[in-house]
C-alpha cells in the first residue's frame, strides 16, 4: 500500500493519476495548504521541502520509503512497476525530456504568473506582462511538440501525466492572454481530449475528495 499525501493543485494531482493508471492500492492523506498543514512536523518528515505531493511506499524493498517531489515520485513509481516509462533508449529519453521540461518550465512560470496576476497584493504590469509571455511561449512549444508525436514522449507516459494537470486551467486562459505567441494551440487541445478521456486520468484529477 501507498501512502499518498496531497492537495487539489495540480502538483498534487500528477501523482494520484500515476496511481491510477497503474493500477496500485493508494490511501489518500489529504494535506490542506491553504491552512497551512505542510509544515506540521509530521509531514516535514516526510517531505523536507515542506511541499506536496509526498508518498510512502509501505511495500518498498528495504521498508518504508518516503519520496517527495512529484517528477521522482513519477520516475520511482514507473519503475517500481515497469508502466510508463521504457527501461531504457530513445523512448526513456524523450519522456524524461519532456518531464523535465514540465518541471523546470511548465509549473514555475505558470505558477508565477497564477501569484502576480491573481494573488500579488499589487499588481506589476511587467510581471504580469513577462509570465504571460513565458507561459504562452511554452504552450507554443508544447503545441508543436504534440504536432509532432501523439503523446509527448511519443507513447502515453508519466510525461504526460505529469503535465496534464498544469494545462487543463491554464490553456484558454494563457491562449487569451497571449493569442500572438501560443497561437491557437490546436495540438494541445487534441492532446487535452485525448488525455482527459482516460477513466484513469479522471479518476486521478478527483484526488482529493474534499
Do not use: C
Request: no cysteine; aromatic share 10%.
Amino acid at each position: 500500500m501507498i501512502d499518498l499525501y496531497t492537495w487539489t493543485t495540480p502538483n498534487g494531482r500528477k501523482v494520484s493519476i500515476m496511481l491510477e493508471e497503474a493500477g496500485l492500492p493508494y490511501a489518500v492523506h489529504p494535506v490542506n495548504i491553504g491552512k497551512n498543514e505542510q509544515f506540521a512536523p509530521a509531514f516535514l518528515k516526510i517531505s523536507p521541502n515542506n511541499r506536496i505531493p509526498a508518498i510512502v511506499d509501505n511495500d518498498a524493498d528495504d521498508g518504508p520509503l518516503a519520496v517527495f517531489e512529484s517528477g521522482a515520485i513519477l520516475i520511482y513509481l514507473a519503475e517500481k512497476t515497469g508502466k510508463f516509462l521504457a527501461a531504457k533508449g530513445a523512448q526513456r529519453a524523450k519522456a524524461l525530456e519532456w518531464l523535465m521540461w514540465q518541471m523546470s518550465g511548465i509549473g514555475p512560470m505558470f505558477g508565477q504568473l497564477n501569484h502576480f496576476a491573481n494573488a500579488a497584493p499589487e499588481k506589476i504590469p511587467y510581471a504580469i506582462d513577462r509570465y504571460a509571455s513565458e507561459a504562452a511561449r511554452l504552450i507554443a512549444v508544447l503545441d508543436k511538440r504534440l504536432g509532432e508525436a501523439q503523446f509527448l514522449g511519443g507513447d502515453y507516459s508519466i510525461a504526460d501525466m505529469i503535465t496534464y494537470p498544469w494545462i487543463v486551467p491554464a490553456l484558454d486562459l494563457i491562449v487569451g492572454l497571449k493569442p500572438e505567441i501560443a497561437g491557437e494551440a490546436a495540438n494541445a487541445r487534441r492532446w487535452l481530449a485525448e488525455v482527459g478521456a482516460r477513466p484513469a486520468v479522471q479518476r486521478g484529477m478527483a484526488v482529493p475528495k474534499v
